[in-house]
């Protein structure tokens, strides 16, 4: 049985991964120190002898008995409130834990994938954001800290290709969304869709002008399944093209929810990017991947999915 380290694995995509390489026959060890994830999002998989779970900080010293094929970092605080709250884990994790793991995955002659973001690019000055683009990221501002420790991670999973002849690959996720993620995490999703469900006003931030492309979790997962098994190291963008402004995804959230509150408008935060659009083509070439799910089904599954949380959940500010 082929045996995969996910680390993140109590978190939103981590564990949507679990689930995928469960179903795949995979011998799954979950690695998570809970600093933004929750044991509910993989609670179904305790009871399976194929799944084990290690409460762990990737950001210090990591070790896994046994032999291991595969590792999938994705453990790092991933919106905007949890990586300003915890700015210096945030480093930690994208550099101390990657370099860890970049160890582990050495040892055991395991092939390691990381999770990067569409954040490398920073506020981009190329559009659609194609993988060739070196970014334009302000390292000294609020979202470099995030920003930083992912570029970071990517050149530091690079040098151990190069130089220690690692199997690595490198996606770029987009903005992806779904059931699972935290209703209070402040992304812009759970923030809408959270404020549809307790009666408040839609908060856009900034004239709402910008604009974002919105990924459905499980196109994603299957993207990332099919670059771990590719033989492609160089990044590859995964995410879905269909880009809409902000204030037209408020107005998508209010008709889907029927609420009849309104928008109103708070401060744009600094470095907020105006714009982000994938350019997927290398992703269709290598992988024959694209995303199958449209926004208005993925929109409905995820609304679901909030609606059915138990009603002191909406109010929970840690969740
Ligand atoms: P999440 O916050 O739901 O999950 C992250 C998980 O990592 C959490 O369970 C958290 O407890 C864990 N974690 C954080 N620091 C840790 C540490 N030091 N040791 C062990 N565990 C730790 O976020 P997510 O949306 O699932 O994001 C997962 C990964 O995907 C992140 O690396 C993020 O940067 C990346 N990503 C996500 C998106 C997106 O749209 N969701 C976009 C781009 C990149
Ligand atoms: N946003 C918003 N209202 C909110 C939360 C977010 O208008 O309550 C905006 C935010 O300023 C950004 C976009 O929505 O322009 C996406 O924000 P999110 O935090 O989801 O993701 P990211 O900025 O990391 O892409």
Known sequence: MK??????????????????????????????????????????????????????????FVHVAG????ILHFASPASPIDYLKIPIQTLKVGSLGTHNLLGLALNKGARMLIA??????????????????YG??????????YDEAKRFQEAM?????????????IVRIFNTYGPRMRLNDGRVLPAFIGQALRGEDLTVFGDGSQTRSFCYVDDLVEGIYRLLLSDYAQPVNIGNPDEITISQFAEEIIKLTGTQQKVIYKPLPKDDPMQRQPNIDKAKQILGWEPKISRAEGLKITYDYFKSLPEEKLFDKDH
């Open 3 to 60: 045996r995969v380290l996910i680390t993140g694995a109590a978190g939103f995509l981590g564990s949507h991964l679990c689930d995928r390489f469960i179903k795949e026959g995979y011998h799954v060890i979950g690695m998570d120190n809970l600093i933004t994830g929750h044991l509910s999002n993989i609670e179904h998989l305790m009871p399976l002898e194929q799944f084990e779970f290690h409460h762990h900080d990737v950001s210090k």
């Open 67 to 70: 032999k291991l094929d595969y």
């Open 116 to 133: 990067s973001t569409s954040e490398v690019y920073g506020d981009p000055m190329v559009h659609p954001q194609t993988e060739e683009y």
């Open 136 to 145: 334009n990221v302000n390292p000294v501002g609020p979202r470099g800290v």
């Open 157 to 169: 999973t690079m040098a151990y290709h190069t130089y220690h002849k690692l199997e690595t690959r």
